[in-house]
């Protein structure tokens, strides 16, 4: 997971996307405040028992109502690695962000087992592709 996490920020960060601030926050400590202050989202988790995990959900759970107007047509990516079973988490985090009226725009990133230097691409790219979609 932290080496998929790091592709996405290297992406994110490339010297070619300009007038765009990544932040990083851990699920767990993400507030309504950092959600709002967001003009784009990149989500990774872990597939916990065919689910996203704890934190992610309870990063939602804080952050639904408050943001649910204030952040529709926001741009955002996911990441998701897990053992087998994804296919839970992948549709929880789509409920979620179709109701918060956000917009994917880039294919999630699926990864089963250690990451493959495709994969890590392919998380690369999302990074990228999310943050290319906030230059001003």
Known sequence: MQAMFEAVV?????PEI???????RAA?????????EAD????GTPANLGYMSGALKHAFDVCYYPC???????PFGVYIHGNEGTEGAERGIETVTTGLGWHKVVAPTIVSGPPSMAQLESCRELGATVAAHLMR
């Open 10 to 14: 290297s992406g994110a960060t490339d």
């Open 18 to 24: 300009e007038g765009v601030d990544v932040v990083r």
């Open 28 to 36: 767990l400590t993400l507030t309504p405040t950092d959600m709002l």
């Open 40 to 43: 784009g989202y990149v989500l």
């Open 68 to 74: 649910l107007d204030s952040t529709r047509g926001r």
